[in-house]
């Protein structure tokens, strides 16, 4: 689950959907915004969600409290080796949030995740991603 | 001493050399705070987790943690830092922090608003600029201050020597803060290897200020220090040694009489070459005599009071293997700074700027004095000192950079003088910051002092200097109970006022009206100055007025602190 911003509401809804059902299985979220102290959407929700087993991992990209700006993308990256390693154990890609910028830097950064830890020309690792899309486990809700 | 020993010992004892699961906490990016037990172990790293106060309701409603940061403290003794050092903390600052430098009562910087995330990159800027923050607070030796006053220039030199051979002597030696903050290699099992000889597994029972002073100015506030060293001159005006006073401190609680500001009593004279281990002795007869069982009985003050101080100064000399000499004459004029420029030697001045309540910020639309200082110091090629009183002072300024610096003070709004009442004025942080904050004090203290100098003015009093201080809490930061007018937070917008302290540090004041709001306040003061005006005698101080003209009692010791409180004039 990667959602920035606003794009992290669908997310809070499968996560409590998954608490309800008591879903075994993990999942991770991927959620950024612009400040950790003001911008951290539902932060307690997320926290409990943690400590109860309903959500796995959680990372966290916030541009503005440093003055280098981080985004998700980053830290899909930093964890690129488990990400393409969940992918590899049947795991879906979901993304919703922003659509001019995030969305697309988003896949991009997950092409070259998959062209880094398989070691693939670029053709290749956009194939493997093209791959995710059309076996519908990548899946966006971007506007 | 069978009793329970407190539960910050029991953290310290556990804490592996105040290692905790610091390194565990910090990298938990989910939330902005630490676990409970390692909050008391960050304070010995020079950090307090606090969180904006002023947040707190809407937070809860929004389903967000409180407003977690970081107060980072650094290490500086003597308030002495060079120019690159100044604008290093001045962009970690604004890179990391609320974009404004504090600095505090006892000489240094304080960071504001970092959260937990930027908490590393802070620290290892600042030990990038040859800064620490290790043992800035918590249950050890804290900053060592000193007299910043560069005249007579020999004296100045000794006093902030002695307090960096004091301040490296008792650093603390545990490789935790490399470990945790600059990612020195943790060694497996290295924690049973690790030594503090003078401290030991749990350190000390509570918090341990030092400061050293040069006579006639008593601006390092000598006698609120656990231990204070007098400088004393010979006949050629070289340092003959210093006179060792002991069991100063301000803290107490509110309703609790067991508890009380006290002042150090002078208890002998040292050499210089003597002056290291006697700190040690004093420290190490603290460390193995003081209260472990109840924090608010901890520090060295009531050790003082409860062995006495024949028997504390005996257990001292045993440890130094040697007699402290008689205390030597000395005397103090005030606690105060002296502003504007000053002559130093080899043809360098320096000048003492007012920083109110030692909050550097750029006011939007007043004063630029975090771009001010900045610019100066990246043209200035000597010091920054601070002051106790939480001013600066650019030292060593040679003499073609004085017009340039005069230039960019007044560039920056900061050639603007402001009132007597307000240079002797001074406020700890208190909200939203400090968690220990009962009411507001650096944010309020500025209006009631602007109230207050329309009753000096009106009384004529403008020219004279009276010492007002506030504090959040009764804990003391701001040292309010040595000022002639204190105020100590009680509630919000509520405060206690103590009057009869005197000028230059030597006696603590006394309760004289609870619970007073602003113009209470304003009310209450109103006829006391008004009688000061009309009935002091030549050279009078306020305080002193206060006690002479029936108003308070004297307070002569700490333990008469809580006594005969209360106004004394019936009416």
């Known amino acids: 689950m990667v959602g920035p911003g606003t794009g992290v509401a669908p997310f809070r809804a499968f996560v409590q959907e998954r608490r309800a059902l008591g879903a075994p299985g993990r999942n991770w979220l991927f959620f950024g915004d612009r400040q950790f102290t003001h911008d951290f959407l539902y932060q307690l929700e997320w926290q409990d969600a943690l400590n109860e087993g309903a959500l796995t991992r959680i990372n966290l990209a916030f541009s503005r409290d440093t003055p280098e700006k981080v985004y998700v993308q980053h830290r899909i990256w930093e964890r690129r080796r488990d990400v393409i390693d969940w992918l590899d154990g049947g795991a879906r890609f979901y993304v919703c949030g922003d659509v001019k910028h995030m969305a697309k830097d988003v896949r991009a950064m997950l092409v070259r995740a998959f062209a880094d830890v398989k070691a693939l020309g670029p053709e290749a690792a956009e194939q493997a991603v093209r791959e995710l899309e059309d076996g519908r486990r990548y899946l966006q809700d971007v506007y | ?571």
């Open chain 2, 1 to 571: 001493m069978d009793r329970e020993l407190s539960r910050n010992e029991r953290i310290k004892e556990a804490s592996a050399y105040l290692r905790g699961t610091l390194a565990d906490g910090v990298a938990e990016a989910v939330t902005g705070a630490i676990a409970e037990d390692d909050a008391q172990l960050v304070k010995f790293h020079g950090m307090y987790l606090q969180d904006d106060r002023d947040l707190r309701s809407e937070r809860t409603r929004k389903k967000m943690e409180k407003a977690f940061a970081f107060m980072i403290r650094v290490r500086l003794p003597g308030g002495v830092c060079t120019p690159a050092q100044w604008l290093a903390v001045d962009k970690i600052a604004r890179h990391y922090g609320n974009g404004t430098l504090r600095l505090t009562t006892r000489q240094t910087f304080q960071l504001h608003g970092v959260i937990k995330s930027n908490l590393k990159a802070s620290i290892q800027a600042i030990d990038a600029a040859l800064l620490t923050t290790i043992a800035a607070c918590g249950d050890v030796n804290r900053n060592v201050m000193s007299d910043p006053n560069p005249c007579p220039p020999r004296m100045h030199t000794a006093a902030l020597d002695l307090a960096r051979a004091i301040t490296d002597h008792l650093l603390p030696r545990t490789p935790a803060y490399r470990e945790i903050w600059l990612d020195g290699e943790r060694i497996i099992g290295g924690e049973e290897a690790v030594e503090e000889p003078i401290y030991g597994k749990t350190y000390l029972p509570r918090k341990f200020k030092i400061g050293v002073v040069v006579p006639p100015s008593n601006n390092v506030d000598i006698f609120t220090h656990d231990l204070g060293f007098i400088a004393i001159a010979d006949q050629t005006g070289e340092i003959a040694g210093w006179n060792v006073a002991v069991g100063g401190g301000m803290g107490m609680t509110h309703g609790d009489v067991g508890t009380y500001p006290r002042l150090a009593d002078v208890i002998g004279f040292c050499r210089t070459a003597e002056a290291v281990a006697v700190a040690e002795a004093v420290v190490t007869v603290q460390r193995d005599w003081g209260d472990r069982s109840n924090r608010s009985h901890a520090r060295l003050k009531y050790t003082i009071d409860d062995r006495g101080l024949d028997a504390f100064r005996a257990e001292v000399e045993r440890r130094i293997g040697f007699p402290l000499g008689a205390p030597r004459p000395y005397s103090f004029t005030s606690t105060g700074d002296r502003f504007g420029w000053s002559e130093g030697t080899g043809g360098r001045s320096h000048l003492t700027l007012f920083v109110e309540n030692g909050r550097v910020l750029d006011r939007p639309g007043g004063p630029q004095m975090m771009t001010g200082l900045r610019r100066i110091a990246e043209t200035h090629d000597a010091e920054f000192r601070q002051t106790p009183n939480q001013n600066v002072m650019i030292a060593g300024v040679a003499p073609e950079k004085r017009a340039t610096i005069e230039a960019i003070l007044h560039e920056h709004g900061l050639d603007a003088h402001a009132s007597l009442l307000r240079r002797n004025a001074m406020a700890c942080v208190a909200l939203p910051t400090c968690g220990l904050a009962l009411a507001e004090s650096e944010r309020y203290l500025p209006d009631l002092i602007t109230a207050l100098d329309q009753r000096v003015t009106a009384h004529g009093l403008e020219r004279d200097e009276i010492v007002t201080r506030m504090t959040g809490c009764p804990n003391g930061c701001a040292r309010p109970y040595v000022a002639e007018i204190g105020l100590v937070g009680k509630g919000p917008g509520r405060y206690n006022l103590y009057l009869g302290a005197s000028f230059d540090g030597s006696r603590l004041s006394k309760l004289y009206a609870e619970d007073l709001d602003h113009d209470a306040i304003v009310r209450t003061l109103d006829p006391l100055l008004a009688a000061y005006s009309a009935e002091r005698e030549p050279g009078e101080r306020f305080g002193d007025f206060m006690i002479r003209a029936g108003f308070v009692a004297r307070t002569s010791s700490g333990r008469e602190f809580h006594e005969n409180t209360g106004s004394q004039r019936p009416g």
